[in-house]
Nanobody
Framework: QVHLVESGGGLVQAGDSLRLSCAASGLTFSNYAMGWFRQAPGKEREFVVAINWIGRRTYYVDSVKGRFTISRDNAKNTVYLQMNSLKPEDTAIYYC????????????????WGQGTQVTVSS
C-alpha cells in the first residue's frame, strides 16, 4: 500500500521560510515523478510544482517561481519543498502527490496523494 506523508507545515509570518517534506513508502520512489499541490480555504486545489524522477526537470506555477524550490532524495524516498519569502496568499493545505511519469502540465492526474500539511502565513 502506498503512503505519502507530508510534514513541516506550521504558522509563520510573512517573509519567513518553511521546508515541507513528503516521505513515500509502498512504491519504488525513484520511478515516480512527484508534485506539490495546495488548497486554500474556499478554493480549489491548485498545482504548485512538479519534479521528475531524478530531479533534473521541474515545473513551477508562476506565483511561486523564485520563492519555492522542490528537490528530492531518492535514497530517502523523500521529496522536499523549500518555501522562502512566504506570503499570506501561500496559506493553504499542501499536498504531495506521485505520478508514474513526469509532466509539465498542472492538469494531469496523479496516482497517489498524501493527507496534507497546513501552512499558515500571517501578515
Amino acid at each position: 500500500q502506498v503512503h505519502l506523508v507530508e510534514s513541516g507545515g506550521g504558522l509563520v509570518q510573512a517573509g519567513d521560510s518553511l521546508r515541507l517534506s513528503c516521505a513515500a513508502s509502498g512504491l519504488t520512489f525513484s520511478n515516480y515523478a512527484m508534485g506539490w499541490f495546495r488548497q486554500a480555504p474556499g478554493k480549489e486545489r491548485e498545482f504548485v510544482v512538479a519534479i521528475n524522477w531524478i530531479g533534473r526537470r521541474t515545473y513551477y506555477v508562476d506565483s511561486v517561481k523564485g520563492r519555492f524550490t522542490i528537490s528530492r532524495d531518492n535514497a530517502k524516498n523523500t521529496v522536499y519543498l523549500q518555501m522562502n519569502s512566504l506570503k499570506p496568499e501561500d496559506t493553504a493545505i499542501y499536498y504531495c502527490a506521485a505520478r508514474s511519469s513526469y509532466s509539465d502540465s498542472p492538469y494531469v492526474k496523479y496516482d497517489y496523494w498524501g493527507q496534507g500539511t497546513q501552512v499558515t502565513v500571517s501578515s
